[in-house]
């Protein structure tokens, strides 16, 4: 009889164990709320590293499919522009990750061009080399004086988590 009540000891410390084993004891470290700064800087650096990733196989347009990507995982909103010299030529790509079909007026040394550029996709255009580029969309205008020799790159990152609205921009 003595040995019967020590397997019922055994057994309900066993099944307490296995019922605590199975609990989540997860905290997350940070509120979501509260990572909106780090996530948006983090993002529009990583556009800087992915680009140059690209560019030693392909193209600035395919930039887009890492965008989108991000977007999928996360809420965000960006837009960026890229020129890299081809030749004589400057090719801009400017890509719209807004949410809603944009007009993006792009200036080169003087020469401006309307970029009709579809929500999550990129548009190239071809100018005459120039350092001075300016982008204008919505309310929004960026001047830069850009290296006409290498390839340039302006990310601007819109996130919002509850109240937090942040916007992160980089020029590379």
């Known amino acids: 009889?003595?040995?019967k009540a020590q397997f019922f000891i055994l057994g309900a410390v066993i099944l307490l164990a296995l019922m605590l084993s199975s609990m989540s004891f997860y905290r997350p470290i940070a509120s979501e709320t509260e990572n909106v700064e780090y996530m948006a800087e983090n993002i529009a650096n990583e556009h800087a590293n992915a680009l140059n990733l690209i560019l030693k196989s392909g193209t600035p347009s395919e930039l887009a499919t890492f965008t989108n990507f991000l977007k999928e995982k996360t809420d965000f909103k960006a837009v960026w522009l890229v020129s890299?010299?081809?030749?004589?030529?400057l090719s801009i790509t400017a890509g719209n990750f807004l949410g809603e079909d944009k007009e993006i007026i792009v200036e080169v040394g003087g020469n401006s061009e309307t970029l009709s550029v579809p929500d999550s996709t990129a548009v190239s255009k071809t100018f005459s080399v120039s350092s001075a580029v300016k982008i204008k969309w919505d309310s929004e205008e960026r001047t830069f004086d850009w290296v006409s020799d290498k390839t340039n790159m302006f990310v601007q990152i819109n996130m919002e988590r509850g109240e937090n609205l942040v916007k992160k921009e980089i020029n590379v």
């Not at 890299?84 to 030529?89: C, M, R, T, V, Y």
């Open 1 to 3: 009889m003595v040995r």
């Open 84 to 89: 890299e010299k081809q030749g004589s030529s």
